[in-house]
């Protein structure tokens, strides 16, 4: 069955601190990979995505992800965080020729000063 | 460009009433999406409309209908409203072109609350 999984439902950091959320998948076909990020009472905004080519993705806001496709992951980064990142990260996988993406759960991302 | 717009942004209904919510994109998108959010369970597909006259059945349809009878428009309606449908409803579009493929852009919400 295709599916996203975000394993982490609640991360906390403090500024200026790395960041890494994970992100696995489980689809038949080449996945195409999405992140957003929701900020409280907002919609839905895209931070990046991986099609083909370079497997590492750079995106907005200073972050990136890596697709790995031997461990059916795609791993959001930012090397240094900001209050404003504060925020919540949704996985996203579809594939060519589809037209649905199948969500995962969201991480909720919360940065101390 | 607004991109993907929403109305309302808030609603409260009573159990049993009717309302239809209304999403507008002026991207000229093929695709359009309803989702709901709710805690901890992340978006789920409502339904969906790959162009103008069609509609789909998503993750999560009963009690809910749609129309798409423009391009630019998705109506998402409930015709008689339970409380198990207060959540956040956010529409999306898509283009599906090489390039943008599954690319969808949301919009704002609406907050509906069913007593």
Redesign the interface.
Known sequence: AQSVTQPD?HITVSEGASLELRCNYSYGATP?L?W?VQSP??????LL?Y?SGDTLVQGIKGFEAEFKRSQSSFNLRKPSVHWSDAAEY?C?V???N????I????TRLQVFP | NAGVTQTPKFRVLKTGQSMTLLCAQDMNHEYMYWYRQDPGMGLRLIHYSVGEGTTAKGEVPDGYNVSRLKKQNFLLGLESAAPSQTSVYFCASSLLAEGDENTQYFGPGTRLTVL
């Open positions: 439902i195409y999405f957003y009472g907002q919609g839905l905004q895209l995505k099609f949704f996203a579809g594939a060519y589809t037209d649905k993406l969500f995962g759960t969201g």
